[in-house]
């Protein structure tokens, strides 16, 4: 297992430009979470999926962002029009739990992070 | 909602020495977790502690343990023997065990930047 992964790393672009942020999460893992990162703080929920549902939003999460797990495996996040306030780490975590909980240590595995530079 | 606060940005210790994160948080719920995660410079985060908040024992993994005052809402880090691959950014996160809507996701703090120094 590789755990978490992510792509791309890095991602410069333009304001208002298009860009998009992939997650393969742990492979038996059923959750999984979007978290952003800015300098010198602690992670923000986004958004989270069980399997192939997203369940939670957070108003953090405005109509310029999406994100999609279509088969329960990895997942996309989409920032449309990208802002200069945009730019921050976009952290991937995945966890393993029952709809009920049950299994669940509690423990996020993350991924080392794509970060944006909005320019 | 749940509120973490780390009212220490930055801290710094001698290798081999001992050094105590603080951390605080409000809820009003009575069954939730807590947790310290590590994330060294470029590195991804990874837990390094977890307290179940039903129990009274304070957790301890090797060198790092906990000191969870439920009453107080105060959960501190304590690492022993501090070593030069303990420097990294310390966050501590809830999460809620009460069901519902939870769905395991964390809370965290605003992170307390450790250099141990040799």
């Known amino acids: 297992d590789t755990g978490v992964s992510q792509d791309p790393r890095h991602k410069i672009t333009k304001r208002g430009q298009n860009v998009t942020f992939r997650c393969d999460p742990i492979s038996e893992h059923n959750r999984l979470y979007w978290y952003r990162q800015t300098l010198g703080q602690g992670p923000e929920f986004l958004t989270y999926f069980q399997n192939e549902a997203q369940l939670e939003k957070s108003r953090l999460l405005s109509d310029r962002f999406s994100a999609e797990r279509p088969k329960g495996s990895f997942s996309t996040l989409e920032i449309q029009r990208t802002e200069q306030g945009d730019s921050a780490m976009y952290l991937c975590?995945?966890?393993?739990?029952?709809?009920?909980?049950?299994?669940?240590?509690?423990?996020?595995?993350f991924g080392e992070g794509s970060r944006l530079t909005v320019l | 909602a749940q509120t973490v606060t780390q009212s220490q940005p930055e801290m710094s210790v001698q290798e081999a020495e001992t050094v105590t994160l603080s951390c605080t948080y409000d809820t009003s719920e009575n069954n939730y977790y807590l947790f310290w995660y590590k994330q060294p410079p470029s590195r991804q985060m990874i837990l390094v502690i977890r307290?179940?908040?039903?129990?009274?024992q304070n957790a301890t993994e090797n060198r790092f343990s906990v000191n969870f005052q439920k009453a107080a809402k105060s959960f501190s880090l304590k690492i022993s023997d501090s070593q030069l691959g303990d420097t990294a950014m310390y966050f501590c996160?809830?999460?809620?065990?009460?069901?519902?809507?939870?769905?395991?996701?964390?809370?965290f703090g605003q992170g307390t930047i450790l250099t141990v120094h040799p």
């Open positions: 975590a995945s966890s393993l739990a029952s709809w009920d909980d049950q299994g669940d240590t509690g423990e996020l595995f």
């Open positions: 307290q179940e908040a039903y129990k009274q």
């Open positions: 996160a809830f999460r809620s065990n009460a069901g519902g809507t939870s769905y395991g996701k964390l809370t």
